[in-house]
């Protein structure tokens, strides 16, 4: 309740404010506040922009998730603007943005950094999806590993051996965070759900983002268009494509769905595995 005995408005965080963020905020923005957070001042103020242009309530904060106090910050924001319902952690970068050690970084430390500090706000039907990739399914780590990547605390996360980047190379260093998310996401939900709230990952295919199309254009181009070709659905998938399922997984109908991962891919994985293996 507000001072005026009025029930807070719901708030809804989402971190990363390209196309992909921009799409979740209009799919879980209507009759909510949305606190919009990205590592750059100017993509964060032109998605604001864009999204108060459409009516939207947006708020805006310029975010490193790699960095604590940041991430405090941000959590602080959200408990004054209303009731934390929703966060959607959409923040990241990919092998042609960035060297293993910033991929660590932001990719994995980040993630840990905003699940532990958005725990504290969490409460009865709130809910967090985490935004993994499918780059994870391709991570092949033994037990104890895929172990110490879910329950290690965040302060200790980064010393982890399998973390080291001098050891890494780009794609296996995205890999590996990718799966560490999910793997987080998993280990989170214990404590998520102690409070009534829940959390789970989404991890998609190649889409048709910013970051997606530095994909497409760099050294394993060629590589992916073969993924895309080999897929069920025989396309590049589309920010809408991951907004949907975010909304669906954030909503009631999915109250029993926590702790687990949702790979959206088009088939892309299933191609690779089962075409491309026999050269189709």
Same mark, same amino acid.
Not at 188 to 199: D, H
């Given at each position: 309740m507000n001072g005026m005995g009025t029930p807070a408005r719901e708030v809804v965080v989402i971190t990363g404010a390209g196309g992909m963020g921009v799409a979740i905020a209009r799919r879980l923005g209507p009759g909510r506040r949305v606190l919009l957070a990205d590592y750059s001042e100017t993509v964060l103020q032109q998605a604001v922009k864009q999204l108060e242009g459409e009516g939207f309530d947006v708020h805006a904060q310029q975010t490193d998730v790699s960095d604590p106090a940041a991430v405090k910050s941000l959590a602080d924001t959200a408990e004054t603007l209303g009731t934390f319902r929703i966060l959607v952690h959409t923040a990241g970068v990919s092998p042609v943005q960035a060297p293993p050690e910033r991929v660590i970084a932001v990719d994995v430390v980040g993630t840990a950094l905003v699940l532990d500090e958005f725990l504290r706000l969490a409460g009865p039907q709130s809910v967090a999806v985490c935004i993994a990739s499918m780059a994870g399914a391709m991570a092949t780590l033994p037990p104890e590993v895929e172990r110490?990547? !879910? @329950?290690?605390?965040?302060?200790?996360? &980064?010393?982890?051996?399998?973390?080291?980047?001098?050891? $890494?190379?780009? #794609? !296996? @260093?995205?890999?590996?965070?990718?799966? &560490?998310?999910?793997?987080?996401?998993?280990?989170?939900? $214990?404590?998520? #759900?102690?409070?009534?709230?829940?959390?789970?990952?989404?991890?998609?295919?190649?889409?048709?983002?910013p970051m997606g199309q530095e994909e497409l254009s760099g050294p394993s181009g060629d590589m992916i268009r073969a993924m895309i070709a080999a897929s069920g659905t025989g396309r590049i998938g589309t920010p809408d494509d991951i907004a949907a399922a975010v909304e669906f997984l954030v909503s009631p109908a999915a109250s029993f769905i926590t702790g687990t991962d949702l790979l959206v891919d088009g088939g892309a994985i299933a191609g690779m595995r089962y075409a491309l293996s026999r050269g189709e």
């Open positions: 110490a990547l !879910a @329950a290690t605390p965040t302060d200790q996360l &980064a010393s982890l051996p399998v973390l080291d980047p001098q050891k $890494l190379d780009r #794609g !296996a @260093a995205y890999s590996i965070a990718k799966r &560490a998310n999910q793997l987080r996401v998993q280990w989170a939900s $214990l404590a998520w #759900g102690r409070k009534g709230a829940r959390v789970v990952s989404v991890s998609p295919g190649i889409i048709s983002t």
